[in-house]
């Protein structure tokens, strides 16, 4: 990219050369699926005083509220303190630990080395594992029922966008796929090697696509992209073993109950089948704790 641009953006940003401690281009141009007039993706790490932390969403924290500046139809920027980006490599939050394995054309500047922060603290295979299977199953299901719920929050700076939904949707549902490939290179080889290794799916979508008003055309796609990932979870599945257990065994459980003892017991005899007898409880000052006798 054009590097004399990025004094424009930090000022346009209200940001200080000198705080800025790293600066990523993540994206298509790194993925090779750009055109020639795609916009650039930008990840700016920043030294700055202003501890905001990051807001991760209730049911898996993964996804988390930001704000994405939108300049001039030609960049999409992202900014984060150092603090908070080192809490989204601690939560593998891939499109954060893309950044740091990104090729070093991509790297517009790289004061702190986070790819061995990453690999000393964070490096987490079991995580990635879990974490790219919510990222492509998130998209599948964004595309699928046409939900916009996760559209990350707007800059008032924002310019404005030209992609319609469809074509957000579209391409939010290759990165899903595309992501369950960065997890297998990740877990096999502690890296990102091959940023370009899936692109060719992204042609195959949009062969298959065709005229993107027609629905049916829209539904192959998934299905297309449905039966691959499949097939890429079957090899994480082989990398990262999930346990499961079989046979007969105990269970030992807990249910914090201050008050309404008699109403708890009640709730558990009629939603956990299993449990067609409660022989007995032992009753403590905030909390019921079955009886091992329990059957």
């Not at 298959?208 to 691959?228: A, F």
Request: with cysteine; glycine share 2%; net charge negative.
């Amino acid at each position: 990219m054009d590097r004399s641009a990025i004094s424009s953006i930090l000022l346009e940003l209200n940001l200080n050369e000198d705080c800025v401690a790293n600066i990523y281009n993540y994206g298509s141009w790194v993925y090779g699926t750009n055109s020639p007039t795609s916009d650039r993706d930008l990840m700016i790490v920043t030294r700055s005083s202003q501890k905001q932390p990051l807001i991760f969403d209730d049911d898996f924290e993964y996804f988390h509220q930001f704000e994405l500046h939108k300049l001039w139809n030609q960049y999409d920027v992202c900014v984060h303190t150092v603090e908070n980006f080192e809490k989204l490599l601690e939560k593998n939050y891939l499109l954060a630990v893309e950044c740091i394995f990104l090729p070093d054309e991509f790297k517009i500047k790289e004061e702190i080395d986070f790819r061995s922060i990453y690999r000393e603290k964070y490096y987490n295979t079991y995580r990635l594992k879990q974490v790219a299977f919510y990222e492509n199953l998130t998209a599948m299901n964004m595309y699928n029922q046409d939900d916009h719920s996760i559209y990350e929050k707007r800059s008032s700076r924002s310019s404005g966008s030209n992609q319609s939904n469809n074509d957000y949707l579209f391409k939010n549902l290759f990165h899903g796929f595309r992501y369950l490939d960065f997890a297998e290179q990740l877990i096999q080889t502690h890296s990102i090697h091959d940023f370009k290794r899936v692109s060719h799916i992204f042609s195959e979508m949009k062969d298959i696509r065709g005229d993107p008003t027609i629905d049916s055309n829209m539904q192959q796609v998934l299905e297309y992209i449905t039966n691959l990932s499949t097939d890429y979870k079957t090899k994480l599945d082989v990398l990262v073993p999930t346990n499961v257990v079989k046979g007969t065994f105990e269970a030992h459980v807990t249910f914090d109950c201050s008050h309404h003892t008699e109403q708890v017991i009640e709730k558990l005899q009629k939603n956990f089948p299993p449990l067609k007898v409660v022989r007995e409880f032992i009753v403590y000052d905030t909390h019921i704790e079955l009886d091992k006798e329990w059957k």
